[in-house]
C-alpha cells in the first residue's frame, strides 16, 4: 500500500510540473504578439511605460528556463497581480474559493443522490415507461447548454414567479440559511448535467451486473429480489460512480462552476475567471487555470488511493485509469 | 485488403456495415434524431436566402434607429429605453421575424441562421481535427508500444488533467491577443479558425485513449500477424489492416464529438473567449441576450434552444450508432466533462 501510494505521489508531482510547463508554453510562447502587451491586456495599449514594467518584472528578454522560473514565482510567490484591476490575483483566488466550493459540494450531493436514484429506477423498470422518460430526461439533461437552463431558472424562477434570488452569494457562516436559499438555483444548474450522466452510467452497470455469477448466488441463497438489488447489484455498481465522481468534481469547477458562477452572479472563483476573460487580463486567467489543474491532480490521485486502499486488486495490477 | 477471417461461415444478411445500416433503420429514434439534425443543417445553410430574399438585411447590419411598419402601424426597432423589439413573425413581411438582438438592432433570425452557420462549422471541423490527431496518436502509440507509447500517453495524461473548458479559455484568451503564427500559418486574433483549432485540441485526449486501447487489442490479432507475415510495413499495417477495423468507433466518436464540441463552443463563445464580434454564432448571441434577460428572454432562450436540439439529435444519433455498429461497445463520451466511462471494465 505504502509503495503504491509513494508510486502514485510520484507520478502525480511529474504531472504537475508537466501543467506549470504547459501553462508557460499556453501563455508565454504559443501566442505570436508581444508577451507584455498581452499581459496587461486592455490597459497595455494606452500605457507604455507599463509595457516596460512588466517587460522587467517578468525578464521577457531572457531565456526561456529563467522565464518559466519568474513565472512560477509569481503564481506560487503571491506577487501575481492583475494589470486591470491592481489587485493581487492570488489573494481574490482565495476569496473566491468558500463560493465556488459552497456551490461546487452542494451540486454533487444532488448530483450524485438523483443520478443513482434515477439510475437505480431506470435499471429496475427497464425497458418500461419509467425507464424511458427518465432515458429521454437523461439525454436532455446531457445536452442541455449550462448558461441556457440557468437563464430559464432566472426568467422563470427569479423574475416571472419570484420565488428566488436572482444571484448573489452569503457565506455560509453568516446565514446558513440564505446561504441555501440562494445557492438552491446555481446547484440544481450545475448538476442537470451530471444527473443525466450518472443516471444512465448507473442504469448500463446495473444491467451489466444483473448477469453475474455473484446475483444467482445470491439469489440461490434465498435474498428476495430488493436485497439482492440493493446490497449486491447497486453496491457493485456503485464503484465506478465513484471512479467518475474522483474526475468529474474537477471537471465541475474547472468548467460548469465558471458558468453558473458568472450566471448568477456567486462571487466565486469562476466568476472571478469570468470577468477576467471579459476584460482579457491574463495573470488571473493563467493562476486559475494552474490552481484548477493542481487541485484536480491533487483530487484524482488522493481519490487513487483512497480507491486502492478498499480494494487491493488495483494496488496490485497499477495505477487505476 | 483486410476480410474478416471466416467471410464465408457469415450469416445471411451480408456485410458488417449492411448489418449495423439495417440495426440503425429499426431505430426510429435515432433516425429521427438525424432527421432532426438535417434539418438544423439546411435552416444555418438557408440563412443568406432567407436574409437576402426576406430580411433584405445582413447579419451584422444594424438598424438601431429605424422604424418599421407592422400591421400598418409604426414601430421603434430599438425603443428609447434601449428595448429591443420582440419578434413580429412576418408582419412587417419577415423582417424582423424573431425580433431584434439589442441595442445594435441587428436582425435576431438573420443572426440565428447565420450563427447557427458559424456553431456547426466550427464544431464540424474541430471534430474533423481531433479525430485526424487522435487516430494518428492512437495508431502511433498503441502499434508501437514501447517508447513512442509512453511519450505519446503521458502528453495526453498532461492535456487530460486541465479541464476542458478551462484548457479552452486560456487558449482562447492567450491567443485572442495576439493571435497565432506556427510557421507559415498565420492567424489574426478575431480568426473563426483560432475556436477551431482550441476545440479540436482540446478533446483530442478524449478519443485518442480508447483509440489507443482498441489498438493494443486488435495488434495480437492474426490478421496483423498474418499481414507482418507478408512483409507488411509499420505504415500499411496501421493504414490497412488496423484503421479499417477502428472505422465503427471512429464513427460514433466522431458523432458524439461534434456535440460536445458544439457545447463548448456556445461556452467559450459565451465567455468571449471563442468566437469573436461582430462574429455571431449561438454562443455570442446568448452571450448578447442574457443582458437582456429580464426584457428581452427570447433572445437567450431560442439560441439556447438551437443548441440543446442539435446537441440532442447528435448525442441520440451517437447512441443509436453505437448500438447498431456494435451492440456491445462501452466507450462513451460524456457530454460536458469529457470524461470516459472507466475504460475496458469488462473487456
Known sequence: MAR??????????????????????????????????????????????????????????????????????????????????????????????????????????IWLSLGVLFGYLSAVRAGGLTDRALTILALVGISMPVFWLAAIFLYYLTFKVELFPSGGYVPLTQNPLDWAYHLVLPWLTLAVIF????????????????????????????????????????????????????????????????????????????????????????????????????????????????????????RLEGPAR | MASPPNAESRPKGGSPWGLALRRLRRNRIALGSLGLFVLIVAFALAAPLWADRVAHTGPNATHTLERITIDGERRDVVSPDGTPIGPVWLGAGGRFFLGADGRLGRDEMVRLMYGGRTSLFVSLVAALITTLLAVSLGLLAGYFRGPTDAVISRLLDVIW????????????????????????????????????????????????????????????????EAAVAQGAGALRVMLGELLPNLWSTIIVFFTLNIANNMLLESALSFLGAGVQPPNSSWGTMISTGIGLIYSAPLLTIIPGTMILLTVLSLNVFGDGLRDALDPRSRVRLEAHAGSFEPEEKSA
Open chain 1, 4 to 109: 503504491f501510494a509513494a508510486r502514485r505521489l510520484l507520478g502525480m508531482l511529474l504531472v504537475l510540473f508537466a501543467v506549470t510547463v504547459i501553462v508557460f508554453l499556453i501563455f508565454n510562447v504559443i501566442p505570436s504578439s508581444d508577451p507584455a502587451a498581452r499581459i496587461a491586456g486592455q490597459r497595455g495599449a494606452t500605457d507604455p511605460q507599463l509595457i516596460a514594467n512588466i517587460n522587467r518584472e517578468w525578464g521577457f528578454d531572457e531565456s526561456l528556463p529563467v522565464q518559466y522560473g519568474r513565472m512560477m514565482m509569481k503564481v506560487f510567490g503571491g506577487d501575481l497581480i492583475s494589470y486591470t484591476t491592481r489587485q493581487g490575483v492570488d489573494e481574490q483566488i482565495w476569496e473566491g474559493v468558500p463560493a465556488t466550493f459552497s456551490l461546487c459540494i452542494g451540486a454533487a450531493v
Open chain 2, 161 to 224: 488533467a486541465f479541464p476542458v473548458l478551462l484548457l479552452g479559455i486560456a487558449l482562447g484568451t492567450a491567443l485572442a491577443v495576439g493571435g497565432l503564427q506556427i510557421g507559415p500559418l498565420s492567424l489574426s486574433s478575431g480568426s473563426i479558425w483560432i475556436p477551431i483549432l482550441i476545440i479540436g485540441f482540446v478533446y483530442t485526449p478524449y478519443m485518442a485513449r480508447p483509440i489507443r486501447g482498441e489498438v493494443l487489442v486488435l495488434r495480437e490479432k492474426e490478421f496483423v
Open chain 1, 195 to 314: 444527473v443525466g450522466f450518472y443516471s444512465r452510467v448507473l442504469r448500463s452497470n446495473m444491467l451489466d451486473a444483473m448477469n453475474e455469477d455473484y446475483v444467482r448466488t445470491a439469489r440461490a441463497k434465498g435474498l428476495s429480489d430488493r436485497q439482492v438489488r440493493t446490497r449486491h447489484v447497486l453496491r457493485n455498481s456503485l464503484i465506478p460512480i465513484v471512479t467518475l465522481f474522483g474526475l468529474d468534481f474537477g471537471v465541475a469547477i474547472g468548467g460548469g462552476a465558471i458558468l453558473t458562477e458568472s450566471i448568477f452572479n456567486l462571487q466565486g472563483v469562476g466568476q472571478y475567471a469570468a470577468e477576467a476573460i471579459a476584460n482579457l487580463d491574463l495573470p488571473p486567467i493563467m493562476a486559475v487555470t494552474m490552481f484548477a489543474a493542481f487541485f484536480i491532480v491533487l483530487f484524482n490521485a488522493l481519490v487513487d488511493i483512497a480507491y486502492a486502499w478498499l480494494d487491493p486488486r488495483i
